[in-house]
């Protein structure tokens, strides 16, 4: 399976922009941060978009992105808590809320499977039309992984540090 990703930004100055992204979406991340309740309730509106744009069964998990940072202890910078991240998803109808770091690489990999795993069930089962040019799961012909380089979200992988986040 090829995954496109596409890191939005979350910010409202890139929200007509980031639509575009959402046509044919067939899954999606949703994510915040976990130390700024403020990115937690921008979440009902990207949803909002997501089911108003993308594929009719797409599949959206919940993240609540540096853990690292909410640790028990002096240090803890936790805005928004598990149990109101879960209450969130029931009431909203997402599979799923997983707590990530992606300074550490904690479920970072397992945020990414549970979508993937979705989106090949809902292949399996018939939901999307593989030869439709708009929508975002692609048969076989349409180049399926030929050439495509496999990417393992481990803590061995070494890749760039730093970045905006």
């Known amino acids: 399976m090829k995954l496109s990703l596409w890191d939005t930004a ?8 980031t639509r575009s992204y959402f046509r044919g979406a067939s899954g999606a ?5 976990l130390s700024r ?5 921008h979440v009902t509106d990207w949803l909002a978009d997501l089911r108003q744009i993308a594929e009719p069964d797409i599949i959206v998990i919940l993240v609540g992105n540096k853990a690292d940072l909410t ?19 029931r ?7 997983v707590e990530t770091s992606a300074k550490s690489g904690e479920n970072v990999e397992k945020a990414f499977m549970r979508v993937a795993e979705r989106i090949y069930q809902n ?8 030869n439709d040019r708009r929508s975002g799961v692609k048969g076989p012909s349409a180049g399926g ?3 495509a380089r496999q990417v393992r979200l481990t ?11």
């Open 10 to 17: 979350g910010q409202e100055t890139y929200k007509s922009v």
């Open 29 to 33: 991340l949703l994510v915040f941060d």
């Open 37 to 41: 309740k403020q990115t937690f309730q």
């Open 71 to 89: 640790q028990d202890g002096e240090s803890n910078k936790r805005e928004v808590t598990r149990d109101e991240a879960e209450a969130w998803a």
């Open 91 to 97: 009431r909203n109808g997402v599979l799923e809320y």
């Open 123 to 130: 292949i399996q089962a018939g939901k999307y039309d593989l």
């Open 145 to 147: 992984a030929g050439g």
């Open 155 to 165: 803590a061995e992988s070494k890749g760039v540090t730093g970045g905006c986040c």
